[in-house]
């Protein structure tokens, strides 16, 4: 379900694409047109199939209380929207179930590329044939990370958003390539066998990681604050610490 909402809302980035005129939010982040339409789309089609979660989007967060709910829905109409504006491709819709403070199911589709994650149980993808297709069962491949190559481990970071720790993080370990990339892709990349870890010591969001965590859980793989342990969801403020997202590599630090 998740997967087709996401289709759903990319549709609708894609649609105002052409558009692009951003304004600012108080905390200085952009906001665009493209993410107003995708949340109204995920929040309609949310309450349509699941009225009795409550869901939290990076949209409409300001009127949302802290969480206290054992079981709800996070969600990120457009990551990556600085992305978007620059005309990259980088950018992604983010859904993610949360219970026990713990993203369980998620989904992160990338418009721009035609490409859906999935996580649960297990962890798939799959290319959709045209801007108009529906997710199908059929076409959804699995995924898994992969054990780190010998030469050393493969990096994904941020390209909006590398900052001065994570830089340090880096240098600190046998790194055999720096991969940029934007939004929740990067959690996406290892967990389809394609990079290592992402390190990420500056701010994030719950509604940037969870959808990505989910996916890359469910792939083998795992998110870790810097103490090792799990990623937690559900804060009052919403906001992340600094954490690893690792593939087979974990507790290699």
């Known amino acids: 379900m998740f997967g087709e909402i996401a289709v759903h809302a990319g549709r609708a980035i894609m649609k105002t694409r052409d558009a692009v005129k951003p304004r600012y939010k108080s905390d200085g982040s952009p906001v665009t047109a493209a993410d107003l339409a995708a949340d109204e789309i995920i929040r309609r089609e949310l309450a349509q199939h699941l009225p009795d979660i409550a869901v939290v989007t990076e949209e409409s967060c300001t009127r949302a209380a802290a969480v206290k709910a054992d079981r709800f829905i996070l969600v990120d109409p457009l990551d990556g929207t600085r992305e978007f504006i620059r005309g990259s491709t980088e950018f992604t819709v983010n859904i993610a179930l949360i219970e026990q403070g713990t993203p369980v199911a998620g989904a992160v589709h990338a418009p721009a590329l035609g490409t859906l994650y999935v996580g649960g149980k297990t962890a798939h993808c799959c290319r959709l044939a045209s801007d108009d297709a529906e997710p199908q069962a059929s076409e959804m491949r699995p ?111």
């Open 143 to 253: 995924i898994g990370v992969r054990p780190p190559p010998p030469e050393g481990w493969h990096v994904v970071i941020s390209r909006s958003h590398l900052d001065p720790a994570t830089k340090a993080w880096i240098e600190r370990h046998r790194i055999a390539e720096r991969r940029p990339a934007g939004s929740s892709l990067k959690f996406c990349l290892i967990a389809a066998g394609e990079a290592d870890v992402y390190p990420r010591l500056g701010p994030t969001m719950e509604w940037d990681t969870a959808a990505g965590q989910a996916v890359l859980t469910a792939a083998g793989g795992s998110v870790q604050d810097l103490d090792g342990r799990p990623l937690r969801y559900g804060k009052p403020d919403f906001r992340n610490g600094n954490f690893v997202a690792w593939g087979k590599a974990a507790g290699a630090a």
